[in-house]
Every structure is written in C-alpha cells, then in structure tokens.
C-alpha cells in the first residue's frame, strides 16, 4: 500500500515538481495531482512526469490523502480558508515556502492536520525545468510545529521527509523565521542590492566573484517579494546587523587600519570554513 | 624556437602555477623557473609539473625572457627595485595582480619593458593544487599600458595572452581600478561583511544562497588585504553605491511598500541576466 493514495501538489515549480518526482520515484504516492496559476506549467510537470495528471480547481483536493502547497506565501494564505473545506478528514496538509510564522498561525486555525515545512533546497532557478530527482536527499527540512498541530499529523510529515531523504529540524515557526532571515533572507536582499550597485557598463568587467555573490539576484520576483514582506521584522533586524558589518570594513579600510582589516578577513574566512 | 627562452615566475599561486602550466602546454616557454615565499608551495608546483625548477632568489631573473610577477601587490612593489638591476635587455616583465595603478606607477619607472596585466581568472581557491590547465582559455585579461610602455613590450605581452586563449582588453590603471573596484573588490567586501553578520549558531540552517553569496570570504587573507588597501579610494566609493542600494531596499521594506520592493527586484533580475 502507498503511503498516500492521493497527493494534490498545488504550484508545480522548482519544489513543487521536485516533490512530485520524489514522491512517485520513492513509490509513496498512487497518483499526483498538480496545479498551477499557469496550468501550461502544470502541463509541462505532466509530460516531465512530475505529476500523473493536472488539475484544474481547488475541488481536486477533495479526497487527496496529502496536499503540498507549494505557492508563493500569499497564495497559500489566500487559499487556505476555501481548501479547508473541501479536505476529508485526516488528509495531511504541507507547505513548503520559505517563511513560516504567517502561514502556520493562519493555517493551522483553518486546518488540524496542517504541518509547516521548510525544505531547505530552493535555488534561483524556478520552474519545473529546473526541479531534479534528488534534490531533498541529503538537505535539511525544516518543520515548525504550532501547539495545536495534530500530533499524528506531524508523525506523518517526519515519515513523508525522512522518506525523502531530509534532514529533518523541528522549531517553532518564530524561531526559522528568525534564523532564516539571516540565512537566507539577508543573503537574497544583499544580492539584489549588490547587483543593483554596480554601473551597468561596468557589468561585463567581472569574474567569478561577481557572478556568485549575485546568483540569486536571479531569484523570482513575485516569489520573493512576498517572502520579504512576510518576514519584514527580522529581515529589518538582519540588514541592520549587516550594515553594522559593513561599516565597520569601511571604517578600517578609510583608516588605513591594516591589523583591523585582517582580522576581520580572519574572522570571516574562518567562519566561511563552517559552510560549505 | 619558443616565444620565451627562459621564464621566472614569482609567486607558485593559482595565478602563477596556472600560467606555468599553460606555457608549458602551448609550448610557448623553453624553461619555467618557479619561486614563491614558501619554498614548500614552489616544490610542490614543480612536482605537478607547472614550473621545471624550482628558483632560489632574485637572481634567477637574471637571463630571463619573460618574468611573471605573481604576488600579492606589495610584495611586487617592493621587489621590484631589485629585480630592475638584475634583468637583461628586452626582458619582458609582466604581473596579475588585481589592482594596477600602484603597480603600474612604480614599475612602469624602473623597468622599460614592464606592461600591467590582470587576467580575470582568480578564484577563492588559493594554492598551485587548485590551478588548473585552461583557466585562461575564455576569460578576459586586462592590460594597462602606461604612455612610458615599451611598443615592443607591450606587443609582445598582447601576442601572449593572446596564445594563452584570453581576450584582451586595453585600458588605463586608473579606469581598470575604478570598474573592478566595483566588480571584483566590491563583492569581496560584501562576502566579508555579510558572513561576519551572520549569528555563529545560525550557520547550519542555510541553502545555497549564503554559500553563494559568502564563497569568496573564503579567500586569502594577507592577498585581499593588500588589494583593498591598494584599491581603497575606489573601493570607499563603490561601498557607498552599495550601502545607498541597501539603504533604498531597507526603506522599501519598512515602508511595506511592495510596489517599490517589485520595481527592485526586476530591476536587479534583469541586470544580473546580463552576468553569467
């Protein structure tokens, strides 16, 4: 027997799709349901073999036994309400997006059996063309548990990720948005502006530095706008800290402060080390 | 007969091993007289065969028809002096360091035959084990001719890049500082700094994105140090261009002003499409 009879992906991008390739590889899915606002895009994740079949209104996730959200953060809240009354009952609900307190006190109200979840394997690449077999296995999962999230819910979502091959951290929902607004959200508005500061006519005068440090200025626009303005107070907090940081490098370099500037060299490449 | 009899390269880097193994390939250098700092790293670049002997001092440069000035910026100001008494006639006498118009100033008066090159080709990696046969194949490399360059010299120099597969483009030391302030050692700084802001126990929970935009934090030290503080009036300039970037996306933010933060992020996608 599948571990789902039924899975309803709604949003059939670089996560969405991924997860449907995943779930069908692993054999932990009868079939996959997925829609798109651009049903072509569902389309496409159907003849990749993302999905089995698209769908074409919420009404498909009438007797789905897992439903992904997998939608920008102001879609899945805004699709909440109506979907949480066309679930049977026990159907496990997931999301995947990339900021989690707004979603999951919403969500969690609407829905017993909904789990917040972060998978940490997003890229600037969007799109079902860019989603690969394995892109969970070995990453980490995120999953923010609310108190009331219905305990065999959550025990469902381990299983789901660990069957994935993530990592799986449990946290509260404050807490990833917290951490995530450094790691993630900062890097993403750092290389937005990054980008943004370099004279056009100068573009074509780089190297590697230039092209890693602004990968992800690449990123999806709608996506990301919803994810910074879902996440605005820690976000504020952690430019802050980033502007703190880059004053001081200036401050050293305007005073020709040498044994200053190579500490923080030091400091950074030292700590760049625990990445990899 | 080959383009250069004898060449001494100073510094067994990325750089310099890389250039060593590309002479050595396209048959242009009949013998490759490696010297570094540490003995050790020269040793270890004629053991994978990017330099045929190892070199022991300054005099080595001696009977040379190519000398390649490898190292960070003020160790080649500060050899310079010497290495001029110790060259023969018509010696070409080349460097790749990444900022030009110290260096061009200086040598430029004491040896006729020197012509300032930056090939675009570095790397947060460091060492001759990173250097790799084509690393020139493609990229860009800058020359900077100053009005006291040698004709002979400098067309001697354009011919070898030219056989090492780089595209050549001509321009001032003062203009090549001023775009790569912006294009290399801006980004530079901002890895620095964004890492530094980022809270030690947070480091774990991250994709792609921090690792990207943080990869050349892992750069040399005492190299970088010594490019910020040869580059530092431009560098001061391109860091403010940033923080005003920074400062607009901040506002954006704390305003909720999704209209300004949209027009942001297409702006930033759309140039950072003209990268790589």
Chains 1, 2 share one sequence.
């Not at 159907?91 to 609407?110: G, H």
């Not at 790691?183 to 500061?197: E, G, Q, R, V, Y």
């Amino acid at each position: 027997m599948k571990m789902f009879n039924k899975v309803v992906i709604f949003g059939t991008g670089l996560i969405g799709g991924s997860l449907g390739f995943a779930l069908k590889r692993k054999g932990l899915a009868g079939q996959v349901i997925g829609l798109s606002r651009h049903r072509s895009n569902a389309e496409l994740a159907r003849r990749m073999g993302a999905i089995d079949r698209v769908g074409s209104s919420l009404g498909a996730a009438q007797d789905a036994d897992l439903v992904v959200l997998a939608a920008p953060v102001e879609t899945i809240i805004n699709i909440a309400p109506d979907l949480a009354q066309r679930l049977k009952k026990g159907c496990l609900v997931i999301d995947v997006a990339s900021t989690k307190e707004k979603i999951v006190t919403r969500l969690n109200r609407l829905i017993p059996d909904f789990v917040g979840c972060h998978p940490l394997a997003g890229s600037e690449k969007k799109g079902i063309s860019n989603s690969q077999l394995n892109i969970f296995t070995g990453s980490i999962c995120i999953i923010t548990p609310a108190p009331n999230t219905s305990e065999s819910a959550l025990k469902k979502a381990k299983s789901l990720w660990k069957k994935l091959g993530a990592r799986i951290l449990l946290m509260p929902a404050a807490r990833h948005d917290r951490i995530l607004g450094f790691t993630s959200h900062l890097p993403h508005a750092a290389a937005f502006s990054l980008i943004a500061s370099i004279p056009d006519k100068f573009l074509r005068i780089s190297s590697g530095g230039l092209a890693d440090t602004t990968r992800i200025a690449a990123s999806d626009k709608l996506l990301w706008s919803q994810i910074f303005l879902s996440n605005r107070k820690n976000l504020l907090s952690s430019i802050s800290a980033f502007q703190t940081k880059l004053a001081e490098f200036k401050l050293a370099l305007a005073n020709n402060d040498r044994k200053r500037l190579l500490k923080i060299l030091a400091a950074a490449g030292k700590k760049r080390g625990h990445l990899k």
